[in-house]
């Protein structure tokens, strides 16, 4: 087993800021660690904002790539995934609000429909043997809530993140992210998952393809800059 990997293996076990500190004195192949534990994490809150499987992916990227630009800034005040869930939530949000200001957002929707049918069409064979009718149909009535009401839902239900956690990624009180859940659970009508008999973490599944296709992305833009700074 090469050695880059027997090493990426054994820092599996360790913290978040063990990783960054590592990171941060040389040992820049790890951040691979940090990318492929919250890669769908990232995934699922960019796309509960954007509706996007390729916007999704293209913010993950940018996300990573800022973290790493920025990873000294982390002070550690608050944990490392609420730190790098609120930069992806944040750019999620630039490109929403980008592509309202030049008011081409439903344009823009309708353009995308095709390239994210051939999206879920590539994706067909592996999100079908990870998942059923049911688990789709879930996934459907989620993506029909309100952004404010979905990113919530996709945060606390399906990535189980804490009340205080997604409140500090999406920079609003806690009481705020109840109100918001207990609307969202009122619209989805709680029958629902009752009748799905399915658990909510198995929805937006992210498949190792796609987990090393932007880890793999991020390393080039990675390398891509230090060969520019190096110049």
Aim: glycine letters at 4%.
């Amino acid at each position: 087993m090469p050695e880059e990997l027997l090493t990426l293996n054994s820092a599996g076990a360790l913290s978040d800021e063990e990783v960054v500190e590592r990171v941060l004195a040389g040992e820049t192949a790890l951040y691979e660690v940090v990318m492929r534990r919250y890669n769908t994490r990232l995934y699922r809150v960019a796309r509960a904002i954007l509706k996007n499987d390729g916007e999704a992916e293209d913010v993950m990227q940018e996300a990573y790539v800022r973290a790493f630009q920025h990873l000294r800034q982390f002070a550690g005040r608050s944990k490392f995934s609420t730190w790098l869930t609120r930069i992806a939530v944040h750019e999620a949000l630039a490109r929403v609000h980008k592509a309202k200001r030049v008011g081409g957002w439903d344009e823009m929707r309708e353009s995308k429909q095709d390239s994210l049918g051939a999206i879920q069409t590539r994706s067909n064979p592996e999100a079908e043997a990870a998942s059923g009718e049911l688990s789709r149909l879930l996934e459907r009535v989620i993506e029909g809530l309100p952004e404010s009401y979905r990113t919530v839902v996709m945060m606390r239900d399906v990535e189980d993140m804490s009340t205080s956690e997604t409140a500090a990624c999406l920079s609003i009180t806690e009481e705020n992210v109840k109100i918001r859940l207990h609307r969202a659970h009122g619209i989805l009508r709680k029958e629902l998952y009752a009748k799905a008999k399915i658990s909510t973490a198995g929805a937006f599944p992210f498949h190792a393809p796609r987990c090393d296709r932007v880890v793999s992305a991020v390393f080039a833009v990675l390398v891509a800059l230090k060969a520019a700074d190096a110049k």
